[in-house]
Structure formats: C-alpha cells, structure tokens
C-alpha cells in the first residue's frame, strides 16, 4: 500500500471515529439528563480519534497479510485502541473507576463505537476492493 493511501485512511478513519463518538454522546444526551457536549469534552473527542486513527497504522503492512497475521493485527489494534481510549476517558473525568456500572457503560459503549467504525470501515473496504475487481474484469475482457 502506498504512504499516500495509509495516510488517507488515517484521516478517514479520523472523521469516522469523531463522527461516530459524537453521534453516541448527542445520543447519550438525549437519553439521560446529562449534558455531554461541551468545548472540553469536544477536545478530548478530537485528541481520542487522532490518537486512535493514528493506531490503526498497526493494521498495515507492505506485503499480503495471512489471516491469522490479520486476526493478530486486529487483536492488537483493539487492545491499543481500548488503552488509548480508557486512558483518554480517565483524564478527561469521563470514566470514574469508583463505579461499576460506569464501567460497564463505557465498555459498552467503547465495544459499540469500535464495531461500528470497524464495520463501516470494512463496507468502504469491500466496495473499493470490488470496484477495482469490477475495472479489471472490464479491461480483461475486452
């Protein structure tokens, strides 16, 4: 893959994970009677998706991944991710380790966001992967 194409997933991925938090937290603002979106909660969303864009260089590489090397790239993309993002949510007081069933709602949550992103990541993914099988056949044909 070339630089020029790792660096426009990185900046995809970016808008991708910033839109997606923002759309949990306007959700989870409408859902309870806590406000979520201010300016300094806005920051830490910015800095989250530039760090955990930038983490998902680990899933690139320059030769043909196997699968098991894919699964294991995944594996350790997850586990940066959820690292940065705990990390993150600690110091901007969105998580309190006092509370148990804060926790598990951010787990959830963090759980929910990354399987969306990943999902929609994939599809993009896919849709390109066949275009460009579509534009070979076409050529080969002829």
């Known amino acids: ?4 194409e790792i660096i426009r997933g990185v900046i995809n991925q ?9 759309i949990a937290m ?13 300016t300094n909660n806005i920051i830490g969303v910015l800095i989250l998706a530039a760090l955990t864009s930038l983490a ?5 590489s320059k030769k043909e ?12 993309h997850l586990v940066i991710v959820m690292v940065l993002a705990t990390t993150i949510a600690t110091i901007f007081r969105w998580l309190r380790w006092n ?11 963090f759980l929910v966001v990354y399987a969306i992103t990943s999902a929609v990541d994939y599809f993009q993914t896919k849709k390109l992967a066949d275009n460009l099988n579509e534009r070979l056949r076409q050529r080969y044909k002829s």
Do not use: D, G, N
């Open 56 to 60: 998902s260089l680990v899933l690139y």
């Open 1 to 4: 893959m070339e630089k020029r």
């Open 14 to 22: 970016f808008f991708l994970i910033f839109t997606i938090i923002m």
């Open 65 to 76: 991944q196997r699968r098991a090397e894919a699964r294991v790239r995944s594996a350790i």
């Open 99 to 109: 509370s148990p069933a804060e926790v598990a709602v951010w787990l959830a949550l």
């Open 26 to 38: 306007l959700s989870l603002e409408r859902l309870s009677a806590v406000e979520y979106i201010h």
